[in-house]
């Protein structure tokens, strides 16, 4: 079949499924795209007023995330909550500038929000940089490496710089002779700072976190590590977690 | 004196005395039919359980003539009445090897079998212990009279059998010691073989050795005293998987009867050698609330 006589420049379309095609066109249109017409016609009536607050989210979110520093990602949820809340309202503001059902009163409140929400998300994330917790499992190293029997001493060393003033520290303690007992329970260690003997602790289980104050401690962190456990018992000693935090 | 006359009998009482038997009845009844409705006592999803257990091993689990006898029997026979009225069939025996596959094949419910708990086996099935901790050690002939310590057992041939903890351990002093291990199928075999001078020593948990030592005290064997190697090693009462609140149930009755004097009384009756070689033997063999505790109806250790 064909459609009603062309003009000079429109397009035809011939054949059985000429007119499905067009429909299904349209449908892709706007499901896809939108209503295009109403959009432009909505655009026209944004005031000029709505924009720059959505223009501040924008920029202040887009800051905060890209100074976004390394850590563990449980630290970020409220900047990422806060962040995504100030575009929600925003982009409600800018959707609905007269809306009928939105007092003037609450759209200047929207924008209030979406605003302080923004700059409490480039806050935190400013905060998160200089006090956040930084993983540094990637960063120690365990001497002697291999099995070790009670009383052996192992050294933990971390490298690089001391950010914060505190090392989170969990150890996981495990038999290296798996099929030939099971000793892990009897399992403990005492650890300290090198040269700090005020911070030593004792009877630490495999698992169990342990803090270290840093108190100003500049260079490379060393902590120093004793093995208890049954006699007979062959143990793997590895660092499960390690993190620096204030 | 006035005269008293029976009370007549009324007619009207018959039908009352007929209800009550019929009462009496229906209640009999009634019993009866919820004595057939009660359910069958079960543990482990079981209603009969079967224990499998050594036959060889002499103060362990020993069998002769259907005679059984040993530790980990008096320890089946506690766990016997603890259950009580479940029903227990007469207790099969496994090879050291075959523990594990018969627990989870489902032809045996429990394993008491001089089970040494690992890290490895927990993740297969469930272990209700230990209820006796040990180490391994040596047994010697009588030509070995002057062995005393380990450096002694150079150059030495020392036997040990399949399915058991204890070969990997005497692969590990193979080097040190330079003793040649010797694997064969099972204990009776290392014996038999010590006896016939083809080994000079047999290495395994020393509460074994000390049964040994004790059934063949005429053949002069001994077990070296306070000469220990490998892994220390905990006995435990092996389940499948599955059944945490049967498992849970079995380790606070263990833990009950370790904490007693029939704990005691029956290693003395089982190990008599261990416990007149080592007045200190309770603090060594004995294990705490914890460690059954750290070690019971679990996957792995809990941090």
New interface residues.
């Given amino acids: 079949m064909s459609g009603d006589p062309a003009g000079k420049y429109s397009a035809q379309t011939h054949g059985d499924s000429s007119q499905a095609i067009g429909f299904v066109g349209k449908l892709f249109l706007s499901i896809f795209v939108g209503d295009v017409v109403e959009f432009a016609d909505r655009a026209k009536h944004w005031g000029g007023w709505n924009w720059p607050p959505f223009l501040l989210v924008l920029l202040l979110g887009s800051y905060a995330l890209i100074s976004a520093p390394d850590g563990p990602p449980h630290q970020f949820v409220y900047v990422y909550l806060a962040i995504a809340g100030s575009l929600v309202l925003a982009l409600g503001r800018l959707a609905h500038p007269k809306s009928d059902r939105l007092a003037r009163h609450w759209r200047v409140l929207m924008s209030a929000a979406a605003v302080m929400l923004a700059v409490a998300a480039t806050v935190g994330m400013d905060y998160l940089s200089d006090h956040g917790e930084i993983d540094i499992t990637g960063r120690t190293s365990l001497t002697p490496r291999g099995e070790v029997t009670s009383g052996s001493e192992l050294s933990l060393v971390v490298t690089g710089p001391t950010d914060r003033a505190h090392l989170r520290l969990k150890l996981t303690i495990?038999?290296a002779?798996?099929?030939?007992?099971?000793?892990?329970?009897?399992s403990r260690y005492a650890a300290q700072l090198r040269d700090r003997a005020s911070t030593r602790v004792e009877e630490v289980?495999?698992?169990?976190t342990v803090d270290f104050p840093l108190g100003g401690l500049q260079g490379q962190i060393e902590v120093q590590i004793a093995l208890r456990t049954?006699?007979?018992?062959?143990m793997n000693v590895s660092v499960a977690e390690a993190a620096l935090h204030d | 004196m006035p005269a008293t006359f029976p009370k007549p009998r009324s007619s009207l009482r018959l039908p009352g005395r007929i209800g009550r038997s019929a009462a009496v009845l229906a209640l009999l009844l009634g019993l009866a039919s919820c004595s057939s409705e009660e359910p069958e006592p079960e543990f482990l999803g079981r209603s009969r359980i079967t224990v499998a257990t050594h036959n060889d091993l002499p103060g362990m689990s020993y069998s002769k003539n259907y005679d059984r006898s040993g530790l980990d029997f008096l320890v089946f026979q506690h766990v016997k009445e603890e259950l009580d009225p479940v029903p227990f069939s007469e207790p099969m025996d496994v090879t050291s090897g075959g523990r594990v596959t018969q627990l989870r094949q489902g032809k045996a419910d429990m394993v008491i079998a001089s089970f040494s708990i690992t890290s490895e086996k927990m993740k297969l099935i469930d272990f209700v212990g230990p209820y006796l901790k040990t180490r391994q050690g040596f047994l010697v002939g009588p030509d070995s009279g002057d062995v005393q310590q380990l450096s002694d057992l150079s150059g030495t041939r020392i036997c040990t059998w399949e399915g058991t903890t204890s070969k990997e351990a005497l692969e590990d002093i193979k080097n040190t010691v330079h003793a040649e291990p010797v694997v064969l199928t099972d204990a009776s075999d290392c014996i038999e073989q010590l006896l016939d001078h083809g080994v000079q020593a047999v290495s395994t948990d020393q509460t074994i050795l000390y049964g040994f030592a004790q059934r063949y005290e005429d053949d002069g064997l001994r077990v070296v005293p306070d000469v220990t190697i490998g892994v220390p090693q905990d006995y435990g009462i092996g389940l499948p998987k599955g059944h945490r609140e049967d498992c849970r149930k079995l380790k606070d009755w263990l833990k009950e009867y370790v904490g007693t004097s029939t704990w005691i009384r029956d290693v003395e009756t089982s190990l008599p050698a261990l416990t007149a070689a080592d007045t200190a033997w309770i603090s060594k063999h004995k294990p705490s609330d914890e460690e059954i505790e750290a070690r019971s109806c679990r996957d792995n250790i809990s941090p």
């Fill in positions: 495990s038999d002779k798996g099929d030939q007992g099971f000793c892990e329970p009897e289980r495999s698992g169990r049954n006699e007979g018992c062959q």
